[in-house]
Every structure is written in C-alpha cells, then in structure tokens.
C-alpha cells in the first residue's frame, strides 16, 4: 500500500510540512505528503491538497493538518454528501468582505447539530473531517464566532470514523550558556522545550544586532564574536573567535510550531599563553646592533616586559636596564620594554654569546626566549707610510718598508715593487741599470746597493701591501745616494831642461778622479800663488804658467841653469776634494860660445895703464 496520503495541488503564501522524525520542509506545488506528515499553514498561508481517493482539501490560514493511513473500508460517498462548506469558498467569501457567520448557507443538520448556537445563526470556529480514507484535522482559524460567545463545533462524518482533536499550547524556555575563551560551545535549545501535540524543530534563529534571520542548519557569523549553527533538532554549536570573551549578542529561535525563545551564551576569559620569537640579528663589524626583543612576541591578554636577562658564558643574570659586558665581544643592555643596544668591541666579528631573556605579563607568569647576534667582518682599512731613505756613495742601505705598519685584519706582507715600468714580486732583486740592485722581502725588509761610485736619486719605488683581507694599499721607497769625496792622486813631476831651452808638459798626466774631471786650481812659487793660466815670474830664473788643464811652460832666464824653486799646484775634482802636487824643473848648464875681443890701449910713457883684457 502507497505510504502517500495527498498531494500538493496549489499553493497561497509559505506553507510547511513537518515529518515524523521532526525535519521541516517548504511545501511547493507537486509535493507529496506522507504517513505522519504534518501540514502548518502558519498565519498567512493556504494550500489546497488532493487526497489519495481523488478528493480536495483546502486548509486556510492558521491551520494543522496530518494525514494517517487510508482505511479500506471507509465509504466516501457519504463524505461527499455531507461535506461542509469548503475551505476555499470560505476564503473566497472573506476576501470579498462577507461574514460567513450570516452570508453562507446553514449547515446540513442545522445550527443545533452540535450544541446550542448563537442568536446570529450557526458558525464554525473549527472543522473535524473524519474520513476512511484518511483522518484528516483542518482546523481553521478565522474567528466566525455570531454575537453569542460560544462556539460550535460540527461533525463532519465521513466514513466510519469520528474523532476530535484539540491543539495544546507548546511551552519553551530560554537556554544559556558559558563557555572558557577559545572553546566551542554545544547544547540543544529544545532540550528544555516541550510541545504535547507536536514534535518540535527549530525552524529559523536570529542574532541581536545583525540583518535577517537564519534558517535551521544555516552558520550565522558574528563579526568580532564567532559563529552559530542551530539544527532544525534544536543542536547547536558555537565557535567564538580566537581570544573572544565577554557576552554573545543574544540569540532568538522560532520552533515549527511558530514559538520563539532565546539561547544568552558567555564566553569567559581565560589567560593565553604568552607568545615569544626568538630575535636575530646581524650586524657589520663595529656597528651596534638596535632592536627590540618584545617586537615579535605576543600577549593578547597582558602588556609584556622583559625583566631579566643572562648571556652564555657570562656569570650571573641581569636584570633588565643594567648593562652586560661580554669579554673581548661587546657591551649588551635590555630595557624592560624590550628594547636592546649591543655595541661590538673594535674590530670585534663572530658569533656574540645567546642572550635569554625572561619576559613577564600582567599575571606575573614569565616565559624565556633567546637573542642571538652575529657580527660580520668588515675590510678594515689600514696605512702603510711611505719610507724616504738616504746612503753614502758606494754604501748599500737596508730597512724595511713595513716598520710601524699593522692592520687589524692579519699581518700585512709585501706583494710585489714596481721600479720603473717593472713590477717584481716580493723577494726578487731587481737590477737598476748605472744605479744599483734592490731587494724587498714579503717581510718588508730591503737591501738597495748603489753601483760603484753613483749618486743621486734612485728611481721611485712602488710597493703593495696586504693584510689578507683584500684590502691592499700601494705605498712608495724613495732612495736617494749622496756622493762622497773620493780621494784621488796626483803624481809630482820632475822635468830637467837645458840652459836657456824652455819645457812644456802637463801636470795633470795619468791624473784621473771618478767624481769628475780634475783640474788645475792654482799653483804655487816661493811664497806667492798663482790662478792657474796666470804667469809666474822668477826673479833670474825664468817663467812659469801652469793652465786649468795641467798643461805648463817654464822658460829659463838667459843662461840661467841650475834648480828652480819648487813649485807646488792644487788640483780638483769638482768634488770637493782637492789633492796638491809638486812641479820640480831643473836647468842643465850648456857651453856657452863666447868671444874675447882684442884690447888695444895706449899709455904715456912711463904712465902705467890698467884694464881687463874681459
């Protein structure tokens, strides 16, 4: 047998139907209504069903109605005959304005049939149709009392069965509810409900201070509080938003049965954990490092501050604002509000040593978390003085380039030396041609060795340093050679001319100095001196010139032989150093021819006469 009892033939307004498990359902045109459903046209709703004999059922406004299973036995021709006015025509009646108390037909048995009427003629407050092919109970609600105050009731008797029945009122009590923050809240808003006639279900909810309603089963969410789903059962569950305490905008529900009550939730609070990150930093070498540790951390309860701290390998903790100092690493200080100032010792990289800090909130409960920094290297920069030195002719000097010369970094060390357009590496000698030989070591030190008898300035040297860190500085040598009087001789002369036969010859002959060209300065006879290529003469003796180049004459006087004075010349280099030698001339005698003329004198007689025969 067919479990279904009517279907949905029309359809005025919002019309529902309630199975017997509870569930609600919108009733649209077409429906089929089942053993045990229930049909609520609400307040402004009407529905006109087919039965499964074939027949209508209008149902008005305000109007339940349930459909059992169809009994075989049941005769509906008698239904027919007796039928009341229906339903439709009713409404129809009222949409046009007439009181079907005094315009619509009497009933069949008249207004008796069921007790005592009014004064105003029969009316009917409710309807009962009892019919074998299924009970059906439409009660409609349009007021059609007549002036007398008291209602009949009429029996319609289709088939066999006659039954009565009356709606008690459902009766629902508001819910509560607490909940700890963070938590979900669940509970069921029928559980303290109870209707006697009808199974409950909750057919929409609405949340204070937000638009519209929400039907059964949909998630209502409160912005700022949580979400709230309430099933047609009446379970629901509410979920606050993270951290939410305090009240829950109160919650209003409508049962099946048209009834509204409300379900107050509070959330309490509860005190979060604190939330810490542990904070990192880097930094370049000999920059200090600013930060603040409470910056990433977390309390949505309470205002954090930091009150101690202590630092790995450091005896003993700080509190917070006191000033920490790290051996050979750096200085460290942490106020309580978080923030922090670490300054590297000079030249300080690596790793600084953990810093644990302990932070507390407003309930006094503390938590730790870590501070860890680490200092980069930077190229340090660093001088290397360029060295000026100065030797002695034909003396080697030695020094190094890198006295007084250090760098953070690592020990420095020479690369290489340019002389000229050429670079040599460390440790090589370089040949300067006509002026010496250089060395520098990777150590810096160096030997330069001037060529023999050379002064003067050495070409420039250019060297390159290094620390190690790759960052090198080029620096420069300058040598200078300071001549020096070489000493240098000068041989005595000794010349022997004959008698009245002038010489010549240079003094200077096989002389040779390696500072320069040698000249004669001046030369000296007897007590006097004389420029050179001035004359000089000796009194019975002769003349002597002596020039700058050495080159002399002496010219004998007139048969004068014999030794001439010694003569004595200064002679130069140019450089300062003067050397004095001796020009020794002798003049060899020769036979000189001569004639004795013949003397003739005369004398008186006896007169002696004298005379030379010379």
Known sequence: MSSVVAIVKSIVGQVFAVSPEGIRRVLVEGDRLFVGDQVDTGAAGAVTLELADGRTLDLGRDTQWSGSAPDSSADLAQATEQAAPSVKELQQAIVAGADPTTDLEATAAGPTAAGTGGAAGGGHSFVMLDATAGRVDPTIGFPTNGPDSTATTTTLNIGNQNTTATNAPGVLTADTGTQAEDSVATGNVLNNDSDADTPLSVASFTVAGMAGSFTAGQTATIVGVGSLTIGTNGDYSFTPDANYNGAVPQVSYTTNTGLTSTLDLTVTAVDDPSVLTADTQTIAEDTPAIGNVLSNDSDIDNVLSVSTFSIAGVNGTFTAGQTATIANVGTLVIAADGAYTFTPAANYNGTVPTVSYTVIDGSGSGVTSTLNIDVTPVDDSFIDVSETVTTSEDAPVSGSVLAGTSSVDGAVSVVNFTVGETTYA?????????????????????????????????????????????????????????????SFTDASETVTTSEDALVTGSVLTGTSSVDGAVSVVNFTVGETTYAAGSTATIANVGTLVIGANGAYTFTPAANYNGAVPTVSYTVTDGSGSDVTSTLNISVTPVDDSFTDISETVTTSEDAPVNGSVL
Do not use: H, K, Q
């Open 426 to 486: 460390a440790g090589s000698t370089a040949t300067i041609a006509n002026v010496g030989t250089l060395v520098i070591g990777a150590n810096g030190a160096y030997t330069f060795t001037p060529a023999a008898n050379y002064n003067g300035a050495v070409p420039t040297v250019s060297y390159t340093v290094t620390d190690g860190s790759g960052s090198d500085v080029t620096s420069t040598l300058n040598i200078s050679v300071t001549p020096v009087d070489d």
